[in-house]
């Protein structure tokens, strides 16, 4: 076992666990915080992403004990008043059984922060050179589906996700 | 998973002691937790490395870029000394995994991970040198489809996974090592090994060695570089061929070429008589088919992934005209 | 007041959905949970050694935090289930862990039950036992032509092949079925062998239950879409009452046909606790996901069409080989869509079951007709070609009047509209009949198309309606919402046959204490449980007796006259279809555009257009993405899903391939939205799986547009695709 000090949706949290726990299993089964899903638990799926101190990762390839200390959002986080990603989210039905749901929206919501910050992703190469240095201008098409392809949906609602994010991004 | 000790280590010198002492060195663990949730890799105690301070990233004094090993995949894929002067990095980083996984995963880590052959991945597959030596080798008559063209030996055929270093191969990056005899840097040419007799060895580190950084010469051949990665989908998932290519054209005639394939042997494949080929050379489909033959020279195909010779000429042709466009 | 039917409603769990507020199996809080990790056989036939199976429970057993290994030694005997159960449905008729023997790889051996996850995991990982392993029939090549084992166990292990007679209970649904001459006439022929491997349904949320006894008294919360079979299977198992399980399946992350019957390890769950005498929780791995929970099996179809010179078919054979494991029933009904799709005066189809040393297979979406249409719509592209009559062109040409089978009429068919809308829409007519004759960019563009059809189909359903003196109607059954949007539509079924506004209106599901529902399969359940929650609806107005349409008017209503809420609470039941009424049947037409990139084999699906006529859309919003969702579904079926088994051992090796966002197309859904009271009385016939019938045959029929190669095996891979490496360049 071991000690371990996170801050999870702004509460601290001070929890004694199994060396073994991933963040997931200790979201879920500890503190009973079931919004993350568990869909594979091998990093293959994307239904367990969370943000650690700001940077969305997989919860179930995350031991607890390496991030001690670390500020955890998960879904449940955002509170009561639903923001523009969920709003965009029930508006254009970027979901159908909801599972993969909550791993949708915190990448969505991180692929906004990215966008915003500069960052790259694989599709930006296909622009003109400027756009790896300084960053895409648009969050096309393109670029929303490489920069949210590490989250399956297996009911197929992709092209709502996406229509989802474009409308919270305009 | 089997229960291990963890420690945090607080400096590399601590860091170094714990691994000298059995520790196995844990940073984002992408690759790590889950051999070792599959019980592939059972280490007794591991020393987290996520506090060291090795994230920067910073100009080297011969006009080339250190990347500490503590980097995260996105933290280097999206410096501006890596897009402003190793695009072709930049791009392979990103071509890898997802943005969840590179924001976990550190560059250090990147060269570590183990191959994905799932004979390895799976324990209840009694015959993986690899993880088990001397038990055989499952791939060699059974699925190969992803396997190694190149390199490979009659103990094992696995490949390794990582796009970043197939870049880093094209590069000439150096790896600097700390370990319990000192300081070293490891062409990376020299960092991966191949299977021999001895395919339980990925690479060359020896005992206790941390890697601490990335060294990148500086380069001429940002303004005309490509990775290009074929995969089954169109996103997340591992190679079977991947292309770093890198040519520094003058006058439209090459004077300097860098061609490393990746998906195709335990370490990234690079013939120098396929680069000396474009040295001179017009920037020419006939040039870019003649490095392609070169590069593929001395092909071991396996039963099921023959399809890997052509697709990496094809590749190679297809990168190299990517580069110059 | 607007009705609700027709109208793009939000979903209505979708709040919880954002929040993370929705519940599924495995999100369920009980005190004194324990968990409970399976462990399964490494090899596909043969027996555990009894020495080896005491030490490796001994060996768990003594981990830190186990309080119980359950094994074939110590198992209760479970009791087997009666033969109208596993005689024509995928229910094992082997009880788990009844013995030591050993059936196909996957199968359950034990079950470690800790006080944590990690615990039961690590203790589960302990465990090795000694094999005697034994020759496996892996593949039905295996069992053609071999002698036949005897059965084992009473019946309960069966080897060999057999020839079903009809698909499930149905028994107009012939597997072994001919009409006409009995020899194929002469005229354009096309005969090929097509082949599917085995899928995997994939729903991101793995198979969970957690099991509670209270008393007597069993209690399941389980990932299911069965919940009235599952209680009577349970039941069974266990040897209790029915009325002694209580099955709760709030929502399921996901289903396409699995989780619809009683998998091996629910009933060991419900076993393990009352073992232990603590809730106990079982999440399947997703490795376990593959063998545990059904798949649909492989499929070598020999299919054959001949025709006169103007494309008129002459004779339809579709003659399939499929498999199923050596412990329960099934057979892909890949023949039953080439009985009446196509005008055909001589049919004949046939189906083969081979029984091998692997898991169960079962339903998955699209069951019969998404292997067995990629084979009839591949082979009548190939006989457009071969008449030099365009594709759509010829199944226009080919639309039968009625269901020759039966003879019967269907209750509503606009296929040639879907057809001719599709293919306007698409800009299918600019289409050059000839292969390699588009390119854009350097690459090959090629355009297909195929027709979409599925059963309309109904079963008797409970719905019960309770009435709350704050004005708030409450319709209820045991029915599931597994991301089709059910407790949307029934919610706007219910405002508008009670003629209330939407708002004061819910439809709860997932508690076997509703009253029953069939399995949410088959496309069926909207005009199931839509047709009972119109019925309690409609009557629910009548009992009120006067004309209301607001919540606060209602609440005024109720706090005059108490009594009424209890005679405005109560419940239905609705029936089956008319039996000797017309066929429902859905029909519908998908093209696409594919570009296949030759020089490193990347085919990339960039459009869609699709039409479908499946009667009555309640739900514009929902069906658009539940057709959306079908149709990327077929295209992982086409170009990537293939469980990768080692074929030596049996074993899985590498991983499933689903599509990202990066491999969908862009979509364009038409509906033709007219209704169709033949089936139900909300002029419904199901939407969920026909979005996938006949996807992969239009993406392979594009794909040979683009490129002159004729697929026949699923998944295409980029090696089929790859253009061989040219040392000159191309002049």
Known sequence: ?170 | MKTFAFEHADTVDGAVRSAAAGARYYAGGTNLLDLMKLGVETPGALVDIGRLDLGAITPTEDGGVLIGAGATNSAAANDPLIRGHYPMLSQAILSGATTQIRNMATVGGNLLQRTRCPYFMDPSFAHCNKRDPGSGCAALQGFNREHALFGASAACVAVHPSDMAVALAALDARVHVHGPDGVRAVPIEEFFALPGESPERDNTLRAAELITGIALPPSTLARNSWYLKVRDRHSYAFALVSVAAGLDVIDGVIVAAALALGGVAATPWRVAAAEESLIGAPVTDAAFRTAAELITAGAAPLAQNGFKVDLARNSVVRALRRAVE | MTPAVGRPVDRIEGRDKVTGAARYAADTVIDGVVHAVLVQSTIAKGRVTAESMAAAAATAAAAPGVLHVLTPLNCPPLHVLPVDMTWDLPLERRPPLSDLTVQHVGQHLAVVIADTPERAADAAALMSFDYLAEPAQLGAADVLGRPVPADEKDGQIRYGTYRPDHFVKLDEEKLQDSRGAADEPDGIRIAARFTTPVNAHYPIELSATVAHWDGDMLTVHDSTRWITGERRALAAYLGIAQDRVRILSPLVGGAFGSKSFLWMHVVLCAVAARQVGRPVKLVLTRNQMFSSTGHRPRTEQQVALVSQADGSLLSTEQHTLTETSTVAHFCEPVGLTARFLYQSPRMVVSHTVARINAPTPCFMRGPGEAPGMFALEVAMDELAEATGIDPVTLRLRNDPACDQPSGRAWSGKHLRDCYLQGAERFGWWQRPAAPRAMRRNGIQVGWGMATASYPGRRMASGCRVVTTRDGQIRFAAATHEIGTGVRTVMAQVGADAAGMPLDAVTFESGDSLFPDAPYSGASQTTATVGSAVELAGRQWRQRLGRAVTSVAELRDVLDADPELCERLTFTVTSGGPDETGPLSQSFGAHFCEVEVDEEIGRASVTRWTAVMDCGRVLNPKLAANQVMGGITFGLGMALLEQVPYDEHTGQLIGEYYLPTHADRPDFDITFIDVPDYGLDPIGVRGIGEIGTCGVPAAIANAVHHATGKRLRDLPITLESLLQPFEPEPAS
């Open chain 1, 1 to 170: 076992m071991t000690d371990l000090h996170l801050t999870v949706n702004g509460t601290p949290q001070r929890l004694s666990a199994d060396i073994r726990s991933t963040l997931l299993d200790l979201l879920r089964e500890r503190l009973g915080l079931t919004g993350t899903k568990k869909g594979c638990d091998h990093g293959l799926c994307g239904a367990c992403t969370v943000t650690v101190d700001g940077e969305r990762v997989l919860s179930c390839l995350t031991l607890a004990a390496s991030i001690d200390g670390a500020a955890v959002e998960t879904i449940e986080g955002a509170g009561a008043e639903l923001d523009t990603v969920q709003c965009a989210f029930i508006r254009h039905d970027g979901f159908q059984c909801g599972y993969c749901t909550s791993g949708q929206i915190t990448s969505a919501r991180s692929v906004l922060r990215e966008f915003a910050r500069g960052d790259l992703s694989a599709a930006s190469f296909d622009g003109c050179r400027g756009t790896v240095t300084d960053g895409p201008q648009q969050l096309s098409d393109e670029e929303i589906r490489e920069r949210m392809a590490g989250n399956i949906c297996r009911c197929g609602a992709y092209a709502n996700i996406v229509s989802a994010i474009k409308d919270a991004a305009s």
